[in-house]
């Protein structure tokens, strides 16, 4: 099958039901998308399927065949980082940054739904993405920042 990732393409001949985490990190060698508890719960391993928010641990890959997927690799554009991966840095958002690509991809669809959302807006959207270090003051601020920019 074919898939459309970060803007190429890219076949793979795999299990239609092996899930898009594994195909991202095992067969196109895009490592930025961490697995974390593999039910769909932590999102650490968050990436866009057509601007929305998807678990790839639990999405299998047939099901976004023919969909753009965007993965932490691919908001880079130019050698510029994306406003969100700039705004974690200027906030220190990271501390040991396991879920710092499933937070930015999160924050990353945040925005391009509400580009300004309120501080409640920005809780409750990342609500569902867990920081077992528990910096999530800094991420809220983070999008604060991104969303200014």
Known sequence: MVLSINGDKHEVTVDPDVELLIVLRDYIGLTGTKYGCGE???GACTVLVNGNITRSCIT????VAGKEITTIEGLEKNGELHAVQEAFLATDAFQCSYCASGMIMAAVALLKHNPSPSENAIVNAMNTNI?????????VKAIQLAAKS
């Open 40 to 42: 769909g719960a932590c």
């Open 60 to 63: 299998p890959v047939n099901s």
């Open 131 to 139: 920081c077992r270090c528990g910096t999530y003051p800094y991420i």
